[in-house]
């Protein structure tokens, strides 16, 4: 658990310093987790249409 707590303390150093990154205003801090997985989303299509195809024996 140590681990993966230093990890997110990591990630978020990075962020911070970063030009590239925007940070979110306070009102919406309760959304950067959210933020932070949503990058993942098409990659997780992707692999959805092989899995979908492997069900219908890639026709």
Do not use: T
């Amino acid at each position: 658990m140590p681990v993966m707590f230093n990890i997110c303390l990591d990630d978020a150093f990075i962020h911070s310093n970063n030009p590239f990154f925007g940070k979110l205003p306070e009102a919406y801090a309760i959304f950067d987790p959210i933020v932070d997985v949503m990058p993942i989303i098409p990659v997780l299509f992707f692999l959805l249409a092989f899995v979908w195809q492997a069900a219908v024996s890639f026709r």
